[in-house]
């Protein structure tokens, strides 16, 4: 009877403590969900403010590198000529003597150069003493040039004038070059033929500014161009000719070469300008028009102009353009032809080729077996003696011998002495 008030405690005990976790089970679960939200919401905040660019901090202020020595220097040198520039608008002497007292004496005609510079830019007058201050000759050309190639942009000519005029010889080519380099890369080819007509002749200065403004000027105007090229002396067209003909590489150039042929005393350049329009005009495959062109250029190149349409042609063959080759007047153009046709004949068939000197007409055939034998030689001496040994014992078969001797001679010597006892005494 003593155990009821104890069974009744526990059991009241029990159903307190489910009470209370009834009750405060929500409380706790509404406190940690409320926390997880702030701690939720605390981060969206961070990470919202990590991306936003103002709520960085300020990157740190870098200090400017100290100028290196170089760039001191170079500052340096130019507050020496600023203030030598501005001296020199009174007292150009002043100014040199400043340069020589600011400056390294390793440095001094460089600066006096590059003073001597600033002033002819800003005016020509005085410039030929000005230019004796530097004595380093490198450097006075260097800036004669410089000079002048400033002023070549405005006003070319008068520069060019003032520098023939008042320049001495070395000076005055220097700027005229520079000039002419400047009017022939813009163009101005007559201004440009003017510069070099004037300019000392025969220096290699000279020569190369005719063959520059050659180079540019006869695919522009091939006509203008030959007419200037005449103009020059006689070695001076000899050493532009060829420039003038590689660049004149059009037909529509034809009656400038021609011009150029007519014009010139130099057998060379006529020769090369026939053979040029030819060439132009059986590349352009108007071999037609190749011929009539031969038929009608004047009667004295009438030979040379023949014998280049025989080099050129390759359409006709060797048998067809023969008579034509044989009925040249003129020795050496007749001889030009033959040896282009025992070229083209020999490439195909030395054999053959032998056949055909063999039906050249007898004046014809000594000097071209001569020039066969040695074709043969080097190409194989041994087929070369066993063609010679069936001629005929003859002139002709001693010419080809003594070619043959010339020849072999260093590389074979023991065929050549063969060769020696069977020529004729």
Request: charged residues 20%.
């Amino acid at each position: 009877m003593m155990k009821r008030p104890f069974a009744v405690a526990a059991c009241v005990s029990g159903v307190l403590v489910v009470v209370a976790v009834f009750i405060c089970w929500p409380v706790a679960t509404s406190t940690k969900s409320a926390k997880a939200n702030q701690i939720r919401q605390a981060s969206s905040e961070t990470k919202i403010r990590h991306i936003d660019p103002g709520s960085l901090p300020a990157p740190p202020t870098r200090q400017p590198a100290p100028p290196s020595a170089a760039a001191v220097a170079a500052q340096n040198d130019a507050n020496i000529l600023a203030r030598a520039f501005e001296l020199a608008q009174s007292d150009p002497q002043q100014a040199f003597e400043f340069i020589e007292d600011s400056v390294p004496p390793a440095l001094i005609q460089k600066t006096r150069a590059e003073l001597v510079i600033r002033l002819g830019k800003q005016s020509l007058q005085g410039l030929p003493q000005l230019l004796n201050f530097i004595r380093d000759t490198a450097l006075r050309t260097y800036a004669v040039q410089t000079i002048a190639r400033d002023r070549a942009t405005t006003d070319p000519r008068s520069m060019f004038d003032f520098a023939q005029q008042n320049l001495n010889a070395p000076d005055a080519t220097a700027a005229g070059s520079v000039i002419a380099n400047h009017l022939t890369n813009t163009s101005h080819f007559e201004d440009a033929a003017y510069v070099v007509s004037q300019m000392a002749p025969g220096s290699q200065i000279t020569q190369n500014e005719i063959t520059n403004l050659v180079r540019r000027w006869a695919p522009a105007d091939s006509l203008a161009a030959a007419q200037w090229v005449l103009t020059l002396s006689p070695k001076e067209q000899d050493l532009t000719a060829k420039t003038f003909l590689q660049s004149a590489s059009s037909p529509k150039d034809i009656e400038a070469i021609l011009q150029l042929v007519e014009g010139t005393k130099s057998a060379s350049v006529q020769n090369q300008g026939i053979e040029r329009a030819v060439g132009l005009l059986v590349e352009s495959r108007d071999l037609d028009g190749a011929r009539n062109w031969v038929s009608q250029v004047p009667a004295q190149f009438q030979p040379k102009a023949r014998a280049a349409l025989i080099a050129a042609d390759e359409t006709d063959s060797v048998a067809a353009l023969t008579p034509m080759a044989v009925s040249i007047s003129d020795p050496g153009a007749r001889d030009q032809a033959i040896r282009a046709l025992l070229s083209r004949q020999f490439m195909q068939d030395p054999a053959g080729a032998a056949s055909w000197v063999q039906q050249l007409p007898s004046s014809l055939q000594n000097g071209t077996v001569q020039d066969l034998t040695a074709r043969w030689c080097r190409a194989d001496s041994a087929e070369a003696y066993r063609w010679l040994q069936s001629l005929p014992v003859g002139p002709l078969k001693d010419q080809g011998l003594r070619a043959f001797i010339a020849a072999t001679k260093d590389t074979n010597p023991q065929a050549a002495a063969l060769a020696q006892q069977q020529i004729r005494k």
